[in-house]
């Protein structure tokens, strides 16, 4: 089973919205709605972020919002703050779990 | 709130046997609708799941590691673990332990990491 693709970099200025995409196959993104994202700041555990494609765990800020079309999983930070500065995987479950690649996200 | 710890030496031999406990609290491992999981990170690399474990002993393992693999549950401990065999360098990474959710599939609580070193 291969890494979801994600890009390696994104950025945004504070304030600003960032879009990380990841991208699967018909067979685990495309196939279920089990599509999760976790941030994780260095030297940390990763952080539930997003659950079922759009749901948002409690105490996890709207300004993280998901998506998905076809084979592709989409996050989005909207109003970007220091804080956001982290890396993020998207995840698909298909009876196993595949992460992806990392996203990297700076804040400028 | 649920916490988890992962436990066990931080350096192994090559061919040896890497073994690790995540000690669960705040919540019975044995509470349904969920599922124990370990997942790795290999130095300044993404996330590699490694295999999760029902409270039952129902196992479901990564199939590229799968033989080297074994997990277990005890339930009077609160705790579950994982063995990896046969260790090369390529196994040195940081190890979490994580909680799943059976019905909509994501890992809510993960413990802090350990970083386990394969070095002779």
């Known amino acids: 089973q291969s890494a979801l693709t994600q890009p390696p970099s994104a950025s945004g200025s504070p304030g600003q919205s960032v879009t990380i995409s990841c991208t699967g196959t018909?067979?685990?993104?495309?196939?279920?709605?089990?599509v999760s994202w976790y941030q994780q700041h260095p030297g940390k555990a990763p952080k539930l972020m997003i659950y079922?494609?759009?749901k948002r765990p409690s105490g996890v800020p709207d300004r993280f919002s998901g998506s998905k079309s076809g084979n592709t999983a989409s996050l989005t930070v909207s109003g970007l703050q220091a804080e956001d500065e982290a890396d993020y995987y998207c995840s698909s479950y298909a009876g196993t779990y595949v992460f992806g690649t990392g996203t990297k996200v700076t804040v400028l | 709130q649920v916490q988890l710890l992962e436990s066990g030496p931080g350096l192994v031999k090559p061919s040896h046997t890497l073994s690790l406990t995540c000690t669960v609290s705040g919540g019975s491992i044995s509470s349904g609708g969920f599922y124990w999981s370990w997942i790795r990170q290999h130095p300044g690399k993404g996330l590699e799941w490694i295999g999760y474990i029902y409270y039952s002993g129902t196992t479901y393992y990564n199939p590229s590691l799968k033989s080297r693999i074994t997990m277990s549950i005890d339930t009077s401990k609160n705790q579950f673990s994982l063995k990896v065999s046969s260790v090369t360098a390529a196994d040195t990474a940081v190890y979490f332990c994580a909680r799943g959710d059976d019905y909509d599939n994501y890992l809510d609580y993960w413990g802090q990491g350990t970083l386990v070193t394969v070095s002779s």
């Open positions: 018909s067979s685990d993104v495309g196939a279920y709605n089990s």
């Open positions: 079922e494609v759009y």
